[in-house]
């Protein structure tokens, strides 16, 4: 298996709900990233996992919450969104060997639109 | 400054014909490059990856070169196809511990036409 898999691939939501962006991947990788990307923008890093530990945010405000269960799934907990946030949100995994990390896998993204 | 250039911005060309899409960084300590073909709405879809000591590498009618001298890249595409109308992104990785921090370039945003 050599790929990212996310979940859903598309998501409506409110201002006001709760929902949750999942993503898998299979290939033993241990460092775990998500991205934001807006239309004709290179992704955004948002949160970077390196063996299951949080590494790296960005600054991300508190209303994205993310988790990392385990080596192979990463969450992205979602509340009170503002419709500024819609946006395709994309998982990427890459391994970590000696400390050092290579080339990104990406998943196909999950489209949400927050109204 | 780590940055990525892309250039050009956007292309259009008829089927069959060849392009090269080039890539200027100065990321350091440089790790990696990848290049990247995205299509609307959808994750980015690896290319090629190269490290400091590879000046060439191929996959399909896609062929990237590096010159970590002057730190450049292209990727050339041959015989080209209505299928690959997309952005094409040039990712240049630094040397870190841990998970690592990529820079992204703008893409070329690139049409082919019958």
């Known amino acids: 298996d050599t790929e990212v898999t996310q979940t859903p691939k598309h998501l409506v939501m409110g201002m006001t709900n709760k929902k949750s962006l999942k993503c898998e991947q299979h290939?033993?990788?241990?460092?775990m990233y998500w991205y934001k990307q807006k239309a004709k923008k290179p992704p955004e890093l948002m949160f970077v996992?390196?063996?299951?530990?949080?590494?790296i945010n960005e600054s991300v405000p508190s209303r994205f919450s993310p988790e990392c269960p385990n080596s192979s799934l990463l969450n992205l907990h979602l509340h009170a969104l503002q419709p500024e946030d819609s946006a395709l949100y994309l998982c990427?995994?890459?391994?970590?060997?000696?400390?050092?990390?290579?080339?990104?896998?990406f998943g196909p993204g999950t489209r949400l639109t927050v109204l | 400054k780590n940055q990525v250039e892309q250039s050009p911005q956007s292309l259009i060309i008829l089927e069959g014909k060849n392009c090269t899409l080039q890539c200027n960084y100065t990321v350091s300590p440089f790790s990696n490059l990848r290049w990247y073909k995205q299509d609307t709405g959808r994750g980015p879809v690896s290319l090629t990856i190269m490290t400091f000591s590879e000046n060439t590498k191929s996959n399909g009618r896609y062929t990237a070169t590096l010159d970590a001298d002057t730190k450049q890249s292209s990727l050339h595409i041959t015989a080209s196809q209505l299928s690959d109308s997309a952005s094409y992104i040039c990712v240049v990785s630094k040397i870190t511990g841990g998970g690592n921090k990529l820079t992204f370039g703008t893409g070329t945003q690139l049409k082919v036409e019958l």
């Open positions: 996992y390196s063996y299951e530990k949080l590494s």
């Open positions: 290939m033993g990788h241990r460092a």
């Open positions: 990427a995994s890459s391994q970590l060997t000696s400390g050092r990390s290579f080339g990104q896998f």
